[in-house]
């Protein structure tokens, strides 16, 4: 069975319809899991009821939480959420959370090792602690493991040098195509449709696969030699909180 890894944050996100457990490498695992493969969340939450409930919630999914550290100091994260029309919803982060105190212990770094997918975004990477764990776990990975950065662009927590970092050390990128319009140009990617950027991208990253998706209209993917397009299936949306995350779970 396949060893998939979501490292990153994880939070509760408060909801108008009350808190859900949360966090994309959080909902990326949880969606592997069920999926049939072996499941790992990396991260950590605080030493309170919060904490202690997600990783309850996980382990009842079936998703191997001993990667996630306790933290003694910092509360478990959260995030307030607004949906606004549409069912897209607007963020609220709050800083300086246990998940900005991911460890790379000694024990994670012989996991990573042998993982088969491991999956992180650019918000789990906004604190220094956290930063540099992930990418020191990351690069355990052995050579035959899809390193999978799902963008996940939120305010203020990127820059053009996180961004430009962490794709040189994936090999599978998926964003959806606000995020395409925002990289391409930030990284220098020249090209006036999806196609062109996304292939602009794939080629600079020399990345295995490339994905993007665009709501209504479906998803788009890249690897180097075929486009293929899928335009997407009519649906009543709720909300698009963790869309994407399945997304993403379901391409690895």
């Known amino acids: 069975m396949a060893l998939i890894v979501g ?3 994880l939070l509760w996100d408060v909801l108008p319809s009350g808190p859900q457990m949360g966090g994309a490498p959080a909902n990326f695992a949880c969606h592997a899991r069920a999926l049939g493969a072996e499941a790992m969340v990396v991260s950590r939450v605080g030493d309170d009821p919060g904490g202690h409930e997600i ?3 996980l382990q009842a999914l079936g998703v191997d939480t001993t990667g996630i550290g306790i933290d ?5 994260g959260q995030v307030d959420v607004v949906l606004g029309e549409g069912g897209q919803p ?3 982060i709050h800083d300086d959370v246990a998940w900005d105190h991911i460890e790379a212990t000694p024990r994670l770094l012989e996991i990573m090792a042998t993982a088969d997918v491991v999956c992180f975004g650019t918000l789990g990477q ?3 602690v956290s930063r540099a764990a992930i990418r020191e776990l990351v690069s355990r ?5 899809l390193r999978v950065l799902d963008v996940n662009l939120r305010k203020e927590y990127f820059s053009r040098d996180l961004v430009h970092e962490s794709m040189l050390a994936v090999n599978v990128v998926k964003l959806n195509d606000e995020e ?8 220098g990617i020249s090209g006036d449709t999806p196609r062109e950027q996304l292939a602009g991208l794939l080629e600079a990253y020399d990345l ?8 209504g209209e479906g998803s788009l993917l890249y690897d180097g030699t075929t486009f293929c397009e899928h335009p997407g299936m009519e649906t009543t949306v709720a909300d698009t909180v963790g869309a994407g995350d399945s997304f993403t779970s379901a391409l690895t």
């Open 141 to 145: 990975c052995g050579p035959h493991a």
């Open 7 to 9: 490292i990153g944050e």
């Open 126 to 128: 906004r604190g220094p």
């Open 180 to 187: 395409l319009s925002i990289l391409s140009p930030m990284l």
């Open 55 to 57: 990783i309850g919630r």
């Open 90 to 92: 607007s963020y609220t």
């Open 208 to 215: 295995r696969l490339i994905a993007c998706t665009r709501g």
């Open 72 to 76: 003694p100091v910092h509360t478990t």
